[in-house]
């Protein structure tokens, strides 16, 4: 299961057991179950609306910390603000708002930056994603299908490069170098496709 939804489902539990136990009400193993189906089935047709790979400007999407979050007011889209590239907003109807909204709140408290993908022309927030530090084992020489076969240490799938991505030959440049020195570095990935979205040290710097 992508990372995305074992989040959610952790959060959606643990939120549920404990109104629970402030309402005096027993939760039966048959509530977290459907808590979990309702989860899978909302990831699933996210992956299925989002998960087709596609060409993606690069000033399409930033890798940040956050400043702040604003939900409480009225209005229908929330706003993130960033440490370096401003505010972006948030659709409170996406159906992943929630599940967003727990991230986004734990990231910054732990000062951590995410990957924020949203539309050049409102600023508004299409896809958010978790940078991790891996450490890179092996960069293939050769593009198969237009991918680059990438292997990431301690991970059970196979990672990919696409080519025609804008910043192919600057993230690949960077997964090299890493392998060189032999340290860690700053990946986010599509948690259905493995495609790697973006390749940074830990000096976060905002847009790519």
């Avoid at 959610?8 to 179950?33: C, E, M, P, Y």
């Avoid at 699933?44 to 007011?73: C, L």
């Amino acid at each position: 299961m992508a990372m995305t939804g074992i989040y959610a489902i952790k959060k959606l539990v643990n939120k549920w057991r404990l109104r629970s136990k402030r309402h005096d009400i027993k939760t039966s193993g048959f509530q977290v179950l459907t808590l979990i189906l309702i989860v899978v089935v909302s990831m699933a047709f996210q992956g299925k609306r989002h998960g087709r790979e596609r060409v993606m400007d690069k000033n399409n999407y930033i890798v940040d910390k956050i400043d702040s979050f604003q939900t409480s007011a009225p209005a229908a889209t929330a706003v993130l603000r960033t440490d370096s590239n401003g505010d972006y907003q948030i659709a409170k109807n996406n159906i992943l708002f929630d599940v967003w909204s727990n991230m986004i709140n734990d990231y910054k408290t732990e000062g951590k930056p995410l990957y924020i993908e949203f539309d050049p022309a409102t600023k508004m927030v299409k896809e958010i994603f978790q940078p991790v530090m891996r450490r890179i084992e092996h960069v293939a020489q050769d593009v198969k299908d237009d991918r680059l076969k990438v292997i990431l240490f301690m991970a059970p799938s196979t990672y990919h490069l696409k080519v025609s991505r804008a910043n192919y030959d600057e993230m690949k440049q960077r997964l090299e170098e890493s392998i060189k020195k032999a340290t860690p570095i700053l990946v986010t990935a599509h948690p259905d496709t493995q495609e790697i979205l973006d390749v940074r040290s830990d000096n976060i710097s905002g847009r790519n």
